[in-house]
């Protein structure tokens, strides 16, 4: 068995993503020259880093083992994750022949009913998983609901089979996706290099492998006069109002826009490193990118060309966020928020309190409150109107790293004078708050995963709250109950869950490389 740098470099490398140490792992790569092997991300289960090392310090002591005539052999030499795990690689590998096949057969009827019984099974091992313990986990089966998938009362259903629609095609993880704000289109972006569109206005078609219903966006860089792919992971997406492009962010320091028809529109090239985060403006004029170089850059979306450079911060900068047309906020691991407009020269605020790296920063949905949270488990509320080192609300309830956060939306607020604004955060601790702005509390605690929660995202009517975790749960929560509504169970961690612009699908990314759409139509 051989035991490769390569191996163990990329393994711990995962460890690093998966634990949420995006920067670490970005770092880590780059020194380590990840993107220059051959190993296969989508083959590697999560976690495998302890297991691994393991067992292949243990498998190396043994590769010489004694014959038949008393002598000492040789063993075959297989590569680590070959030797360790062959079983999950196997599987991986069934996995990926049956795509292939699915979309060979993609003409003949008995195709859906053929993925029928993985998706099934992958139902029955969720519900086994709950050991019994249905109360607890607050569990129904899906031969408990009814034909039309009604919600039981004081209970939640298990998304059926029939609801999920299942896309293969990415070749390692997929860190996010994003619906169009007009359409049915998802976008994904993944580790291999590329975005991918998801034409979902007809599932059965999307699902079956119809080309004309996946494009893919090939992120590539000039080298030698020709168009390369660049083999670094796109970071980061975002639509603009009118859902008539997609910006990109990626590894590799550039960020593109594309049409909805997986055109290449423009190229924006002024970051000495990868974009962590990009956004465009409220009227869709401007796009704002923030990277590992420790500046935030502000971009004429019709031209492509940099307006402004800001390089307030003193290390990388990781989110940003748009107050208005031309005032933003960025956070950085240098434990500060700054925020800027254009036009001006100077940061108009800077906000300091945090004690460790600021993961995510979210302006309120009327640009009141500027919500932030942090490596230091703490969630502050910040007001232009304050003092720069007293924010407005210093929640301390979280037990581990905060990863993110999301506000209602306005149109709940709005549409009802008297509902709260509501703020939710996922946490590392396994948990999501929810948090009463008005009160300045804590109003619920969602405790039902089991591992790390990546994201979290309201639907648009604000009265349901999807999150996603490492546990490879997507969770649908009532945002007036507290109440856990719906819940998938998939086959790899969760990165990104995210609402379509009806609020009737959820779309989320994982990390063995799949998109899964959920369709709760008639479900709520």
Known sequence: MSFSSDEVNFLIYRYLQESGYLHSAYMFGMESHISSTNINGAMVPPAALLQIIQKGLQYTEAEISVGEDGGERAVESLSLIDSVMPEVVEMRKKQLLEAEKSRRLKSEPQSEQQQQPQTNGAAAHSNSNSGGSNHHHGAHSGHNSDKNGA???????????QRVTLLRGHESEVFICA????????ASGSGDSTARLWDATDLAAVAA?????????????SRGGMDVPSNKDVTSLDWNCDGSRLATGSYDGYARLWTTDGQLSRTLGQHKGPIFALKWNKSGTLILSAGVDKTTIIWDASTGQAQKQFAFHSAPALDVDWQSDTTFASCSTDQTIQVCRLGEDRPIKTFHGHTNEVNAIKWDPVGRLLASCSDDMT???????????????DFKAHQKEIYTIKWSPTGYSTSNPNANLYLASASFDSTVRLWDIEAGRCCYVFSNHREPVYSVAFSPCGRYLASGSFDKCVHIWSVRTGSLVHRYQGTGGIFEVCWNHRGDRVGASAADGTVVILDLRKMQ
């Open 151 to 161: 919600e039981l009362a004081g209970d939640f259903l298990d998304i059926p089979a």
């Open 209 to 221: 492998g119809d080309s004309s219903r996946r494009m893919v966006l090939r992120h590539c860089i």
């Open 179 to 186: 619906w169009n704000p007009r359409q049915d289109l998802l």
């Open 379 to 393: 969630l502050k509320l910040w007001s232009m109107d304050g003092r720069a080192n007293q924010p407005v609300h």
